[in-house]
């Protein structure tokens, strides 16, 4: 089976750089993806990491090292509209994505 | 956006009762999956499919059976629905290649009292 670990909440300010961490153990791995929900709404695609190094697009950037079993998500420039729930994912074939909890990012101005 | 729909949005039911979930989808994607989302415990896979009439179980499937009779419907329908079965549940879609991203519905919230 598979199992994510991430952190529960964030908290950071309006303009700040913040990392959020993502470890994870799987009998088979494809890639490691991300996806931000706000409260009250559906997850949406943020990015998609299948090789080791860093996938940047526009203040988002991924991380993967496949030998770690370890990823992250950093937000820079933070807004407030960034304030919602993120979550990693891997996909272990089939296509079916296994998520982790969710770490809780609240942006202070 | 993609062209995927939920319904219903909201549904209140008594325990004990059949419910089901539709989700249709008008982007031709082969995989779709129902998932279910409880505070703390994130997105948990009920069931997924991978094309008609194939589907297979995910790691929170007892109390729930899927029907995928064309490629646009999925269907999840709780058999005797029960109390531990409130929440909110979304679809999703994903289609070929490499870039798995997933494409999801706008949820179902399912009370069950």
């Known amino acids: 089976g598979q199992s994510l670990e991430q952190p529960s909440e964030v908290t950071a300010v309006e303009g700040a750089i913040v990392q959020i961490n993502c470890t994870y153990q799987t009998s088979g791995f494809y890639g490691l993806s991300w996806y931000q929900q706000h409260d009250g709404g559906a997850p949406t695609f943020l990015s998609y990491n299948a090789l080791d190094g860093l996938e940047e697009t526009g203040r988002f950037s991924s991380f993967l090292s496949r030998s770690d079993s370890y990823g992250y998500l950093l937000l820079q420039e933070l807004q407030m509209k960034d304030s919602a729930s993120y979550f990693c994912?891997?996909?272990?074939?089939?296509?079916?994505?296994?998520f982790g909890s969710g770490t809780r990012l609240q942006v202070q101005p | 956006d993609a062209g995927i729909t939920q319904s219903p949005r909201h549904k209140v039911t008594e325990t004990g009762t059949p419910v089901t979930l539709r989700c249709h989808q008008t982007?031709?994607?082969?995989?779709m999956y129902w998932y279910r989302q409880d505070p703390g415990h994130g997105l948990r896979l009920i069931h997924y499919s991978y094309g008609v009439k194939d589907t297979d179980k995910g790691e929170v499937s007892d109390g729930y059976s899927v029907s995928r009779s064309k490629t646009e419907d999925f269907l999840l329908t709780l058999e005797s629905a029960t109390s531990s079965q409130t929440s909110v549940y979304f679809c999703?879609?994903?289609?070929?290649?490499?870039?798995?991203?997933?494409?999801f519905g706008q949820g179902t919230r399912l009370t069950v009292v």
């Open positions: 999703a879609i994903s289609g070929q290649g490499q870039n798995t991203e997933a494409f």
């Open positions: 994912a891997v996909n272990e074939g089939r296509r079916a994505l296994t």
């Open positions: 982007e031709n994607h082969r995989y």
